[in-house]
T-cell receptor, first 110, second 116 residues
Framework: KNEVEQSPQNLTAQEGEFITINCSYSVGISALHWLQQHPGGGIVSLFM???GKKKHGRLIATINIQEKHSSLHITASHPRDSAVYICAAPLGGATNKLIFGTGTLLAVQP | NAGVMQNPRHLVRRRGQEARLRCSPM?????VYWYRQLPEEGLKFMVYLQKENIIDESGMPKERFSAEFPKEGPSILRIQQVVRGDSAAYFC??????????????FGPGTRLLVL
């Protein structure tokens, strides 16, 4: 069992749809990162959250620390949202190294 | 404020050659992480460094790989005698203090290494 699991692995949506990507983790202590990676591109940090909910534009991230579960929502999806979305949990201990999920490949069709 | 910089962006090496990947953290950041993304696989932690210190290298292959973060200059990930299996995207990330577990890491654009 992976320490950080995401679902779904692949997601195709029509433009304008509401999208949810889920992340469950069994490691880490008190925070979770959501990252975005475009094909062949770099990685952008979207959110780092340790409780409740954060919102940035059309992106919303929620986390339940007790249940070790987080969700990333995209409202009014657009083709430019097409990317791989990755959740990552800091492992804890003496370092802040991240344990990554396998990613969710999102394709938003016009 | 420039972001995390990595160079080269693309690197082609023949088997047996050396690869040197550079990472300049964001201004004011003294903590650097290196991650590797193998083709069709997820990101994996390699090494965590502070200035002049390797803090955690638990993700580094035991042979041929080394990393440093000198007092002056960028962090270097060095791969000696590269093999085809080293072909991957190598990302570095930096953070201000590395403390606790609630600090955002800022990623560079990555170096795509191709070993022929």
């Amino acid at each position: 069992k992976n320490e950080v699991e995401q679902s779904p692995q692949n997601l195709t949506a029509q433009e304008g749809e509401f999208i949810t990507i889920n992340c469950s983790y069994s490691v880490g202590i008190s925070a979770l990162h959501w990252l975005q990676q475009h094909p062949g591109g770099g990685i952008v940090s979207l959110f780092m959250l340790s409780s409740g909910k954060k919102k940035h534009g059309r992106l919303i991230a929620t986390i339940n620390i007790q249940e070790k579960h987080s969700s990333l929502h995209i409202t009014a999806s657009h083709p430019r949202d097409s990317a791989v979305y990755i959740c990552a949990a800091p492992l804890g201990g003496a370092t802040n190294k991240l344990i990554f999920g396998t990613g969710t490949l999102l394709a938003v069709q016009p | 404020n420039a972001g995390v910089m990595q160079n080269p962006r693309h690197l082609v090496r023949r088997r047996g050659q050396e690869a040197r990947l550079r990472c300049s953290p964001m201004k004011g950041h003294s903590h650097v992480y290196w991650y590797r993304q193998l083709p069709e696989e997820g990101l994996k932690f390699m090494v965590y460094l502070q200035k002049e210190n390797i803090i955690d290298e638990s993700g580094m292959p035991k042979e041929r790989f080394s990393a440093e973060f000198p007092k002056e200059g960028p962090s270097i990930l060095r791969i000696q005698q590269v093999v085809r299996g080293d072909s991957a995207a190598y990302f570095c990330a930096s953070s201000p203090t590395g403390s606790y577990h609630q600090e955002t890491q800022y990623f560079g654009p990555g170096t795509r290494l191709l070993v022929l």
